[in-house]
């Protein structure tokens, strides 16, 4: 299940590059409302078998505005400025970039008290080496603008994924899900009515994109990503879910037409196994990471 989610949110990728005549805040906007919409089943399946009565459920959703409203700031900066560098790079590329969230989060979180591994260090250096390759053969003045973006978006779902590990031990995982992207969804729209000249004219252009941005990989993919976890070992759902990066330049091949380099793709494998690096545990540490393990940002969500 953990590889068919990642192969969602990582051809997800590919859809937003579809949708990417469309405004960037009126895309976005509409996607995460779809995907809050689509949780809302699952939040009741999981109700009735855990037997929670509406009183407890109607606590469980006011006890998530704030911590929503919080996390929906990290996830609209995330989504729009990956959103908008989807104009000016290709799939693959911006699935590779995008992934450096999982080097970063444990960098990020040495700074806030987490335990550090040599994995990290290592894995750290091979992918920013990669990422040289994928996007800066021609030196730093010559990287291309999408890329760069995503590389700033990639900050902010660090910030989202560490946010989102705080406050998600102590509420609902799933109302609080639900909560940030209707908040993301909400701040978009005065962007949308600023920035875009047809904002929300076009969504019918992009039907397809959205549904599958919006229900697919935030809706299905999550759902998939609960059902899976309660039995794999975090480890585990952290290398699985990493192939994520594959799957956008996959994506990109088979539905954009998209082809790198010989040095990008010897810079996307570098970055891979960077990924991969960071996530392998230490001897005698069979249970994953020292922090939370890191979820794709197409969905931006972490248990």
Not at 284 to 301: D, F, K, N, Y
């Amino acid at each position: 299940m953990l590889l068919c989610g990642s192969a969602i949110w990582g051809f997800a990728f590919a859809f937003q590059v579809m949708g990417a005549h469309v405004g960037a805040f009126s895309f976005n906007s509409s996607r995460f409302l779809l995907g809050a919409v689509s949780l809302l089943p699952l939040i009741a399946w999981v109700d009735r078998r855990s037997g929670v009565d509406r009183a407890v459920g109607r606590r469980r959703w006011r006890s998530v505005l704030g911590p929503g409203a919080l996390c929906g700031v990290f996830l609209f900066g995330g989504a729009s400025f990956q959103q908008i560098a989807l104009a000016d790079t290709t799939a693959g590329n911006a699935a590779f970039v995008t992934g450096l969230y999982v080097v970063l989060v444990p960098l990020v979180g040495i700074l806030l008290g987490h335990r550090a591994t040599l994995n990290i260090w290592i894995g750290a250096l091979v992918a920013v080496a990669g990422l040289y390759l994928l996007t800066m053969t021609g030196g730093i003045a010559q990287m291309n603008p999408g890329d760069l973006l995503c590389l700033v978006s990639t900050l902010f779902w660090t910030a989202h994924i560490l946010s989102i590990g705080y406050f998600a031990r102590r509420i609902d995982p799933l109302r609080l899900a639900v909560a940030q992207f209707v908040a993301m969804s909400l701040y978009g729209v005065p962007f949308a009515f600023a920035t875009e000249a047809r904002p929300f004219a076009d969504l019918g252009t992009a039907i397809i994109p959205i549904l599958y941005a919006g229900v697919a990989s935030v809706g299905l993919g999550y759902t998939l990503q609960v059902l899976a976890q309660r039995d794999a070992l975090e480890s585990h759902a952290a290398l699985i879910m990493s192939l994520e990066s594959v799957f956008g330049a996959i994506g990109g091949a088979l539905l954009l037409g998209e082809r790198m380099s010989g040095v990008g793709y010897v810079g996307a494998a570098l970055m891979l196994v960077g990924i991969v690096v960071s996530q392998l545990p230490r001897r005698g540490q069979p249970h994953g990471p020292a922090i939370p393990v890191p979820e794709p940002p197409s969905t931006a969500l972490e248990l």
